[in-house]
């Protein structure tokens, strides 16, 4: 009995970080992606060194990863009025397998020694066009998983952290991989993870979701998407700040492999070790957010993580070590899915359920699809700068938006009460706590 009691708080503590597993159709997705996504961060890391390998060009890295994410920019607000419109189960069995064909034909090049850089931009463009309908999908679809709306953010900061979790295992094996096999294998691997995902969406047993009707053209119903989402302070608050950093923080990554070989003066395995660090970090970051009970606070979340991640950035274009380098890329991870995941959950958690598609599309705009366009400028300013400054540059912008932000929360928490007293955002909403309380700490009845 006392040996139980001893072990009850642990128990309890792992049942609130875990419970969105509750559901079944949730722990499907979740060990489907998980496996999935491993071979998917083997496919990033094979990638950026092919590419660096075969032009040793920080500028051709920053253009395979614009074309890799300009689909996302252009197509996404589009496809987020269609997974408001269609299955959203049905568009992810679609762009997964259309995804798995995408790697096993990338691992063939690679395994043939046929592979171009000119291939590797229009495959990085097909893979592109898959993801501008399935990001918001499965943004959207995570919500229909559970059973509990107030398990929503606990299961955006799982689906975080299994992604992560990915990042970290995955680069590791990459490195090993590559060293011994070539980056063809990686590509090959990642086709055959797509199946685990595949089988899991097979599996569930989802209620019929009657169709949305539709309500004019589409562009109309676009138009009204933007309409509802940047009349929103909050949403669009959000949408401002992770959009800037997407653009000017985020594409450090595409810089990793000029860190790991002309800095550090390293090879594949160092690559893989500075990606596994930003992961052990982001897996720490989404396992502090699944264990937040609720979303009171996240607001003023996103703004201390913000800075840190800024801070961090600034700190790595400045190191030249490799404990230093690895220490600050788990820093730079760990801020980096907090203030993604918070705001993301900030959203999801305001957004109205026949809008959730289209706001979510214009989140993924904000994050994956400015990245394109960071990756053009970083290496652009590598090349001309260096990238220790352009990193630094980096961070200083990310800091001077992160200010901007922190500047706003007094006049969210305002805009944010009405909404949140109307839909009941938090449970203690029905207590008489204001649900402002979102962007800050809680106030008195």
Same mark, same amino acid.
């Given at each position: 009995?006392?040996?139980?009691?001893?072990?009850?708080?642990?128990?309890?503590?792992?049942?609130?970080?875990?419970?969105?597993?509750?559901?079944?159709?949730?722990?499907?997705?979740? @060990?489907?992606?998980? @496996?999935?996504?491993?071979?998917?961060?083997? /496919?990033?890391?094979?990638?950026?060194?092919?590419?660096?390998?075969?032009?040793?060009?920080?500028?051709?890295?920053?253009?395979?990863?614009?074309?890799?994410?300009?689909?996302?920019? $252009?197509?996404?607000? +589009?496809?987020?009025?269609?997974?408001?419109?269609?299955?959203?189960?049905?568009?992810?069995?679609?762009?997964?397998?259309?995804?798995?064909?995408?790697? *096993?034909?990338?691992?063939?090049?690679?395994?043939?020694?046929?592979? /171009?850089?000119?291939?590797?931009? #229009?495959?990085?463009?097909?893979?592109?066009?898959?993801?501008?309908?399935?990001?918001?999908?499965?943004?959207?679809?995570?919500?229909?998983?559970?059973?509990?709306?107030?398990?929503?953010?606990?299961?955006?900061?799982?689906?975080?952290?299994?992604?992560?979790?990915?990042?970290?295992?995955?680069?590791?094996?990459?490195?090993?991989?590559?060293?011994?096999?070539?980056?063809?294998? =990686?590509?090959?691997?990642?086709?055959?993870?797509?199946? #685990? &995902?595949?089988?899991?969406?097979?599996?569930?047993? +989802?209620?019929?979701?009657?169709?949305?009707?539709?309500?004019?053209?589409?562009?109309?119903?676009?138009?009204?998407?933007?309409?509802?989402?940047?009349?929103?302070?909050?949403?669009?608050?959000? +949408?401002?700040?992770?959009?800037?950093?997407?653009? $000017?923080?985020?594409?450090?990554?595409?810089?990793?492999?000029?860190?790991?070989?002309?800095?550090?003066?390293?090879?594949?395995?160092?690559?893989?070790?500075?990606?596994?660090?930003?992961?052990?970090?982001?897996?720490?970051?989404?396992?502090?957010?699944?264990?937040?009970?609720?979303? %009171?606070?996240?607001?003023?979340?996103?703004?201390?993580?913000?800075?840190?991640?800024? =801070?961090?950035?600034? $700190?790595?274009?400045?190191?030249?070590?490799?404990?230093?380098?690895?220490?600050?890329?788990? &820093?730079?991870?760990?801020?980096?899915?907090?203030?993604?995941?918070?705001?993301?959950?900030?959203?999801?958690?305001?957004?109205?359920?026949?809008?959730?598609?289209?706001?979510?599309?214009?989140?993924?705009?904000?994050?994956?699809?400015? #990245?394109?366009?960071?990756?053009? %400028?970083?290496?652009? $300013?590598?090349?001309?700068?260096? &990238?220790?400054?352009?990193?630094?540059?980096?961070?200083?912008? =990310? *800091?001077?938006?992160?200010?901007?932000?922190?500047?706003?929360?007094?006049?969210?928490?305002? #805009?944010?009460?009405?909404?949140?007293?109307?839909?009941?955002?938090?449970?203690?909403?029905?207590?008489?706590?204001?649900?402002?309380? @979102?962007?800050?700490?809680?106030?008195?009845?």
């Amino acid at each position: 009995m006392r040996r139980a009691a001893r072990q009850s708080p642990i128990h309890t503590s792992l049942s609130v970080m875990l419970r969105a597993l509750r559901a079944r159709n949730y722990r499907l997705f979740f @060990i489907g992606q998980g @496996i999935s996504l491993i071979g998917t961060w083997m /496919t990033r890391v094979a990638m950026s060194w092919l590419v660096y390998r075969l032009t040793n060009s920080a500028l051709l890295l920053g253009v395979v990863g614009f074309a890799s994410q300009i689909p996302t920019f $252009l197509l996404t607000p +589009l496809t987020g009025v269609l997974a408001d419109r269609w299955n959203r189960h049905r568009i992810l069995l679609v762009t997964q397998g259309l995804a798995m064909v995408h790697a *096993l034909v990338l691992a063939w090049l690679a395994l043939s020694g046929r592979v /171009t850089v000119p291939q590797l931009i #229009a495959l990085s463009v097909v893979q592109g066009i898959v993801n501008a309908f399935d990001i918001p999908a499965r943004q959207a679809f995570v919500v229909e998983l559970v059973s509990r709306k107030d398990d929503v953010g606990n299961a955006i900061a799982l689906n975080s952290s299994i992604f992560n979790a990915a990042r970290l295992i995955g680069p590791s094996i990459a490195g090993v991989v590559i060293a011994a096999l070539g980056e063809g294998s =990686c590509f090959f691997i990642d086709g055959v993870s797509y199946l #685990a &995902v595949l089988a899991a969406l097979l599996a569930m047993r +989802l209620p019929s979701r009657t169709s949305r009707r539709h309500n004019g053209p589409v562009l109309r119903e676009l138009r009204d998407g933007l309409r509802y989402a940047f009349g929103s302070p909050p949403i669009r608050a959000i +949408l401002l700040f992770v959009g800037w950093v997407s653009l $000017l923080g985020l594409p450090y990554t595409v810089l990793l492999p000029v860190v790991a070989k002309d800095i550090l003066h390293g090879g594949a395995h160092t690559l893989g070790f500075l990606m596994a660090a930003s992961g052990v970090g982001a897996v720490g970051g989404a396992m502090y957010l699944a264990s937040r009970k609720n979303v %009171l606070g996240l607001g003023r979340v996103i703004a201390v993580s913000g800075a840190v991640f800024s =801070c961090a950035l600034i $700190l790595f274009g400045w190191s030249r070590t490799h404990m230093s380098d690895l220490l600050l890329m788990t &820093v730079i991870g760990f801020a980096s899915i907090v203030q993604l995941a918070s705001g993301n959950t900030v959203l999801q958690t305001m957004v109205e359920d026949d809008k959730r598609g289209r706001v979510m599309s214009l989140y993924a705009t904000a994050v994956i699809g400015m #990245a394109p366009f960071g990756s053009l %400028l970083a290496g652009s $300013l590598a090349s001309r700068l260096g &990238v220790p400054q352009t990193l630094m540059l980096g961070g200083m912008a =990310c *800091l001077i938006a992160t200010g901007l932000f922190a500047r706003k929360i007094p006049a969210l928490r305002a #805009a944010v009460r009405p909404v949140a007293t109307v839909r009941g955002i938090a449970p203690e909403v029905a207590q008489g706590i204001q649900a402002a309380a @979102i962007f800050g700490t809680q106030v008195e009845e």
